[in-house]
């Protein structure tokens, strides 16, 4: 069959714009057509592609075919759908976009027969751009993450999506929706993605400047980031969607578990209250208090700025994860423990620079076994409530390697099998993996788990994924998780894993 790039025939064109003081967004969509065919208002009418071809279009969308059967001697054309809930034809071969599937339209007299292939997709009905708006050093750069959705709000992909800033000068874009500060100032990148029927833009606004700004999000316990964690080149916040698959990866999947299913570590309540990683924002004014530590060789001296009556993760490793939201730095303690005194003692503590890709030393624990940063590797309420999730996150495994790779610093493990997992190890959810059918906030995570995996982090029980205890989170929602197994993640290919 050939393929057909659509052009188009009648246009009728309004731009919807959404002004707020922080962004525009428009959908760029024809009004209904008075007096559509078979009753119906058109967005789009398209001429007719050649016979045999498969044409991609959109709910709404129609299209005038042209059959060239020959109607001498009165043989009239008769036209058909194989499903006429995707794709309805007139007696003049005036066919209509109705529902998303597959359709095969033909046309027929006693002269054969000629037929067109559809598949139907949704209509974009909205654009989201996050960050927005975007704040950059010069020098430094913020990758944005596009969604779009239909009018039912299910998420819509594999459409194509352009980037364009509007003062190169101040700030460029790249295709892959990367913007990079050039020289201090304002300006704006605009997104604009889908086909030439069924367009949708957003202009973001790009503030370049010389200094870190401050962050603007809550304060306390879970409160929404505004910033992302790390620059956008960190390797928490790149993806591995197309990355290779390791050589080894079917035996590492088999040895952690393959029929075991993926366990969502947090939720709402659980022996009576929220569970999983709790962390709180403070502000820099928020008093330091001294931290003595059992593995102080390997922790970070501190002060920590550690408010009264901080949120401790529930259960055995007693962490503390604290967020300084004016200096931007994340300080992370294990086993903590708050003494009479009013400082604090803790098995080990970690500072990181939240505007660095600053490692570990080489061979040094964090506040996780892995020597990772925990937080950004947590599933967040406000992320999942924003509807992206634009990084990695964390999950366990119970038997380890003697071993670490990238960004990992650390091993914990006296098992030296190739086939076990070393730490920083990575995991992506395979891309044929169906996730229509997850509730919207499950959708979320998994489509994290595609675009950019989990990575070992700690011991523990197999397949379990980390979050925030947070009372917000729907508990049955999350458990839909729980349908996935071992067998549907891979592990991405690894290079420079550090043995003994």
């Not at 995707?86 to 007299?109: D, E, P, Y």
């Not at 924002?281 to 208090?289: D, E, F, L, M, S």
């Not at 995996?453 to 397949?463: F, L």
Request: glycine share 8%; with cysteine.
């Amino acid at each position: 069959m050939q393929s057909f790039t659509r052009r188009i025939g009648v246009v009728l064109i309004v731009t919807l714009v959404a002004c707020q003081s922080d962004k525009s967004v428009s959908v760029i969509d024809p009004p209904s057509i008075a007096d559509g065919p078979l009753g119906s208002a058109l967005a789009v009418i398209l001429p007719s592609p050649p016979a045999g071809s498969v044409t991609s279009i959109v709910v709404g969308d129609s299209v005038q075919l042209a059959s060239k059967l020959s109607t001498k001697h009165g043989r009239s054309i008769s036209w058909s759908s194989s499903n006429a809930t995707v794709m309805r034809v007139n007696t003049k071969g005036l066919a209509v976009a109705a529902a998303v599937g597959s359709a095969v339209i033909t046309a027929s007299n006693a002269n054969g027969t000629e037929q067109w292939t559809f598949d139907v997709g949704q209509r974009i009905a909205s654009i989201t751009v996050t960050p927005n708006p975007v704040n950059v050093l010069v020098g430094a750069t913020v990758s944005l993450t596009v969604t779009l959705r239909a009018s039912d709000g299910t998420v819509i992909t594999g459409r194509p999506i352009a980037y364009q800033s509007l003062n190169t000068a101040l700030a460029t874009a790249s295709t892959a929706g990367v913007v990079s500060g050039v020289n201090a100032g304002n300006t704006s990148v605009v997104v604009t993605a889908g086909a030439t029927n069924n367009i949708v833009t957003a202009t973001i606004p790009v503030t370049v400047s010389t200094t870190s700004p401050p962050d603007t999000g809550g304060l306390g316990l879970n409160a929404a980031l505004t910033r992302a964690l790390f620059p956008a080149d960190n390797a928490w916040n790149t993806p591995i969607d197309t990355a290779a698959v390791d050589p080894n990866s079917a035996a590492i999947i088999t040895n952690i578990g393959l029929t075991t299913s993926l366990h969502p570590d947090f939720g709402a309540s659980f022996n009576g209250g929220p569970f999983g990683i709790p962390y709180v924002v403070v502000a820099g004014t928020q008093a330091r208090v001294n931290v003595t530590f059992d593995f102080a060789d390997e922790s970070d001296p501190g002060p920590y700025p550690i408010p009264p009556n901080p949120p401790i993760e529930p259960g055995g490793d007693a962490h503390v994860l604290v967020v300084d939201r004016d200096a931007w730095k994340l300080y992370e303690l294990y086993n903590a423990q708050s003494l009479a005194d009013g400082t604090w003692h803790a098995g080990s503590g970690a500072i990181f620079d939240l505007s660095s890709n600053t490692l570990r030393p080489a061979g040094w624990t964090s506040a996780d076994a892995a020597g990772l940063p925990i937080l950004p590797g947590l599933v967040r309420f406000d992320e999942v409530n924003a509807g992206v999730i634009a990084h990695a996150l964390r999950f366990t495994v119970s038997r380890t390697r003697k071993a670490y790779v990238f960004p990992a610093r650390h091993w914990a493990s006296t098992d030296t099998s190739s086939l076990r997992p070393p730490m920083g190890m990575r995991v992506r959810l395979k891309a044929g993996v169906d996730i229509s059918g997850y509730p919207a906030s499950a959708q979320v995570i998994l489509r994290a788990l595609k675009k950019y995996g989990m990575m070992v982090a700690d011991n523990g029980s197999n397949w379990f994924l980390s979050g925030t205890a947070d009372a917000r989170w729907n508990d049955t929602e999350m458990n839909t998780l729980k349908a996935l197994h071992g067998s549907d993640f891979e592990v991405v290919r690894m290079t420079g894993v550090v043995t003994p």
